[in-house]
């Protein structure tokens, strides 16, 4: 597949017809502006966000908020490594609350994706085109700028291969929850051991049974085993939650970062519009999962127009 650069330009007619994209963040962020955002300026959004975490500012969810300071001192910490594993991985991973549950965090990416996740909830006109598309790829934009190092060391080396949102009714709220695989390349004892431990979540949250230890529904060429996925952080968050869900409302989409991001250390973003192709249906482990959570599966199929 050729790759699709969110840099690269559309003709001024479908420009047109892009709708307007919605703030994010509680209406407090112009997300065209974030796109352009270097790393520093990240981090002092993320800074703003442990500043403001309340209702007039960024309204971080209640029963997450003691868990915000940890959450983006870590993230200042892994900024601040020069290599490769601890610029990416915690060690030990850390402890945080989503909705008054504990979970732990062991990546740049898991961390940068539960800001996105306990901050603000969604506009009520908010659909793909305008919203929840663009704030995926933002989530993108946000974590190959932390993760950016040198030109000898390329971001791209250490993408994830693929990243995964879901979104749900909540209280007559509509909230996010999004995150990705682990480390693509490189790292892989790091990122197996880590893989290990999620299956193991996966089955004490009993979303999945006991005997789907180190097993796999994904047939070959590649035979992922369960919490390998980019669905299994956000499918946690919703489980511990999941009695209080609107399960009907229950929408999501994966799809392929490098498919949207630039090649080359340190390219400018610039969100043009959603672009389908990069889009992704759930593997067969993940299609597993959705009904269990009591989602409608056909509501993460990507859509063929």
């Known amino acids: 597949m050729e790759q699709v650069s969110i840099a690269q330009g559309f003709d001024s007619l479908a420009a047109a017809r892009d709708p307007p994209l919605l703030k994010a963040f509680n209406g407090k962020e112009d997300m065209v502006a ?179 230890k180190n097993k796999t529904l994904v047939e070959t060429p590649n035979p992922q085993m369960f919490g390998h996925c980019a669905e299994t952080a956000p499918f946690l968050f919703i489980q511990s939650i999941v009695k209080e869900v609107t399960a009907s409302t229950a929408e999501g989409f994966a799809l392929k970062p490098k498919l949207i991001l630039p090649d080359k250390y340190k390219e400018p973003y610039d969100y043009a519009r959603l672009d389908y192709r990069v889009l992704r249906p759930p593997c067969e482990n993940c299609s597993y999962l959705v009904p269990r959570l009591g989602f409608k599966l056909k509501n993460f199929d990507p859509p063929t127009y």
């Open 34 to 212: 974030a796109f352009k955002w270097p790393k520093e300026k990240i981090l002092d959004f993320f800074d703003r966000v442990t500043a403001q975490p309340g209702p007039r500012g960024y309204d971080v969810e209640a029963g997450s908020q003691k868990s915000l300071d940890a959450v983006v001192l870590s993230i200042h910490k892994l900024v601040k490594e020069t290599t490769s594993q601890k610029s990416i991985f915690l060690d030990p991973p850390l402890s945080v609350t989503y909705q008054k549950t504990e979970f732990k965090l062991e990546t740049i990416f898991e961390l940068v994706g539960w800001i996105f996740s306990v901050t603000g909830t969604s506009p009520s006109n908010a659909n793909r085109n305008n919203y929840y598309y663009p704030l995926a790829a933002l989530y993108c934009v946000f974590w190959r700028r932390l993760t950016e190092k040198t030109t000898i060391d390329p971001p791209l080396k250490h993408d994830p291969n693929m990243v995964q949102m879901t979104w749900f009714t909540q209280g007559g709220k509509t909230r996010i929850c999004i995150s990705s695989t682990l480390d693509g390349i490189g790292l892989k004892p790091f990122k197996d051991a880590a893989q290990l431990r999620r299956q193991d979540d996966l089955i004490k949250s009993t979303l999945l049974p006991k005997e789907y």
